[in-house]
């Protein structure tokens, strides 16, 4: 006999929307769900509710197809080499709002030409949004909220902050590293950090102290050196740093990968080879580790998988929205993994180190 998708939605336990997105094969909803929901129609003997699957079913017009913008502050994109950390990310992004039908609109906003036009963005429009920054303050959050339409965040969150974001599970990645190190032999290890305004580095330092307590490790603050950016003038203040220091850590954790090229620099200006002197660990995974002499060991994180979550958490968030269900903010936490190449030795310990 045949019913309703409404009365087949309640049999399945979900709404009528959620349902019309199955059987239309609409976008909105994640593809777990789609398919679970696909799998038990078809074996309740009601498969024939199901719309043929077409392209065009899935993606109609362009002014029909629902849209994601991905937001990018310039001030951040533009203004750092950290940008170059994004592209696989977006990649992740875009391939997986692809496959659930929706179109990804990347929006650059530049906080010095006052060019926030947050207000532009109509919920009739655009599904859900995503943001990358280096911080959100209270302003453009208001802003964020007053569109009305879910958003989640790349990597920028700290303590305090009630938002939905993907980010790095700081805490776990260091700590390995430190444990990684303790492990050769290293007790004396120190942080370079590059000093600019983001979360993120604010989150990878205090992730760094963390670790060193919970390994009974020393904190030193004469091991931590904020080198003031990338390039020729993080090499030349490590310089002026290393000249006053006549005790050195027998290894060093950077903030990110970028910095292994003047870190590297740096060191062997005063002498000191890698890793016969001071081991050295990146973080980041990027192509510049395997290119650099020796080879740096790293901590990759998985970006295009990264940019694959995002989609899905935004989507998660538009499909609660639609079932009006209880809002929770989530913080999803992407792992880190140690890439071992050739900057990190093992310390010769000695016999009451062995004992």
Known sequence: MAIKSKELAEMLGVSAATMS???????GISDELRNTLLTKIRDMGYGYMIKDYTVSAMVETAGQTKKIAYIIYLEYAEASEESAFFPRIIEGVEREARNLGYQLVVIHMDECLGDYNLVDLKREEYAGIIVQAASLEEDVLTQLDATGIPYVTI???????NVSTVSVNYEQGYFMALEYLKNLGHTKIGYIKSGQNSFAFEERNRAFRIGLKDLGLTYNPKYEWDVQGWGAQARSTLE???????????AILLENDVLATPVYQ????KGLKIPEDISVIGFDGREVCSMMVPPLTTLRIPRRFMGRML???LCHKIE???RGLEHTHVNMKISAEIIEM?????LQRSEDDEN
Do not use: Q, Y
């Open 21 to 27: 997105l199955v059987l239309n094969h609409k976008p």
């Open 155 to 161: 990597d920028c969150w700290k303590r305090g902050m």
């Open 240 to 250: 002026k740093e290393l000249k006053t220091l006549s005790d050195l850590p027998t």
């Open 266 to 269: 740096a060191f062997r200006e």
């Open 311 to 313: 989609i899905m958490l």
């Open 320 to 322: 609660m929205e639609e």
């Open 342 to 346: 050739g900057s990190v030795k093992e």
